[in-house]
């Protein structure tokens, strides 16, 4: 795998997830959820940057949490934190599928 190809994954799944989010949310939290998810991808660049590793492996998890956030809740994110269906079920998916991806990635690109 390319790291061209990484990019579109991320890019793909960053903008599904916030997609995702600006249907599911109502209005009152869709605008705070929407502008962290903005700032997201900033964020952990600019925390790897200052911890001095390089951005291939942020690149890496950063597209493993997103693809894995749209796997486990189906598009529909903001089902991770759903109160209706209380238990830590989802998140635990999520950290496990985010492992399983995030090694497939590296394993691919490294």
């Known amino acids: ?8 994954l991320a890019v793909c799944g960053w903008l599904l ?7 599911g949310l109502a209005e009152a939290a869709r605008t705070p959820a929407l502008t962290a998810h903005a700032l997201t ?3 952990a660049l600019l925390v790897s940057a200052v911890l001095g590793f390089g951005a291939l492996f942020t690149l ?4 493993a949490q997103w693809w894995a956030l749209l796997l486990v809740t189906l598009g529909r994110p903001h089902r991770l934190v759903d ?5 830590p079920l989802r998140p635990v998916l999520w950290l496990i599928t985010t ?7 590296a394993a691919a690109v490294v």
Do not use: Y
């Open 60 to 63: 890496i998890a950063m597209t």
């Open 99 to 105: 492992g399983v991806l995030a090694h497939g990635l």
């Open 41 to 43: 991808p900033f964020g």
């Open 1 to 8: 795998m390319t790291l061209t190809t990484l990019g579109v």
């Open 17 to 23: 997830a916030g997609l995702g989010l600006r249907r």
């Open 83 to 87: 109160p209706s269906r209380p238990g």
